[in-house]
């Protein structure tokens, strides 16, 4: 069956075999089917049309590149084979996938869905909220002011983990890099760690 679908000449019979594995999709985790496309302007195609349809908090992650290489064309071209991508685009409510293992648990390829954006250093204290104040649900009059800025919010993530459990990740940034054996680092690119999914 695998050597007829490679050379694009499916038997009847084949065809059949494979439509008899069709079944509705279990997706109890909240967590949507993953979609594998050949190249990244399809996965990009297809991120951008799911992302349309979160009409909730967004942020925007730009990279920070650095390195040695003094050849601009040579940089961009080492660059753009980095999972990481220059400019990413999150949402509150966005599934994600983990692009490096940030542990024994999750991993690259963890899948899960981000809850909020939290100031790094005020993550898992009262102040843990959508702006960082401890105000969620306050009404105005009794709301503290807050001195974080929006540039240092970071994704809370949760993610399925085995046995049907769920594991909160505040998710940071991660650095990507190039060396020679000399250790001098040819490229470099700092970004948040998972991508929108």
Same mark, same amino acid.
Request: glycine share 8%; hydrophobic share 35%; with cysteine.
């Given at each position: ?15 059949a ?22 190249? /990244?302007?399809? #996965?990009?195609?297809?991120n ?21 290489m ?18 990413i ?12 293992n ?6 690259n ?5 981000i ?6 250093a ?8 959508v ?11 009794? /709301?503290?002011?807050?001195t *974080?800025?929006?540039?240092?919010f970071?994704?809370? #993530? ?16 991660? *650095? ?7 250790g ?5 690119r *700092? ?7």
């Amino acid at each position: 069956m695998l050597n007829e679908m490679r050379f694009g000449r499916l038997s009847q019979e084949s065809i059949a075999r494979f439509k008899s594995l069709s079944r509705p999709i279990n997706d109890n985790d909240g967590l949507g089917a993953t979609e594998l496309f050949p190249r /990244r302007e399809d #996965v990009e195609r297809s991120n951008n049309g799911r992302m349309s349809h979160l009409q909730t908090e967004q942020k925007e992650f730009e990279a920070s590149d650095g390195g040695m290489m003094a050849d601009k064309n040579q940089r961009e071209k080492m660059l753009a084979n980095f999972m990481a991508p220059k400019k990413i685009v999150l949402r509150v409510g966005a599934q994600v996938m983990l692009i490096k293992n940030m542990d024994e648990m999750l991993v690259n390829g963890s899948m899960g869905k981000i809850l909020r954006f939290v100031d790094p250093a005020l993550y898992g204290t009262d102040y843990d909220d959508v702006d960082g104040s401890g105000n969620a649900g306050k009404p105005k009059s009794e /709301r503290k002011k807050t001195t *974080t800025t929006k540039d240092m919010f970071m994704p809370v #993530v949760e993610f399925s983990v085995p046995n049907r459990g769920r594991r909160e990740a505040l998710i940071m940034t991660e *650095t990507w890099k190039v060396e020679l054996p000399s250790g001098e680092v040819q490229v470099s690119r *700092t970004q948040v760690m998972c991508l929108f999914f």
